[in-house]
């Protein structure tokens, strides 16, 4: 599985990867986080997770 890690920003002058923001309501805003994008190659898939940067 390959997987690719940024920090989550708010839209603005960043040109980092945007998430929709359905997948954003069960974070608290007030926290930062870091995206991981885990590809699964057998099933060809993206999975998307949160990490809270501590």
Same mark, same amino acid.
């Given at each position: !599985? %390959? *997987?690719?890690?940024?920090?989550?920003y %708010?839209?603005?002058?960043s040109? *980092?990867?945007?998430?929709? !923001?359905? &997948? &954003?309501?069960?974070? $608290?805003? +007030?926290?930062? =986080? =870091?995206? %991981?994008?885990? =590809? $699964?190659?057998?099933?060809?898939?993206?999975?998307? $997770?949160? *990490?809270?940067? +501590?």
């Amino acid at each position: !599985m %390959r *997987e690719l890690k940024r920090k989550l920003y %708010r839209r603005g002058s960043s040109f *980092e990867t945007t998430i929709p !923001m359905p &997948l &954003l309501f069960h974070l $608290d805003s +007030k926290k930062k =986080y =870091y995206v %991981r994008f885990n =590809y $699964d190659k057998k099933q060809n898939r993206w999975y998307i $997770d949160f *990490e809270t940067i +501590k």
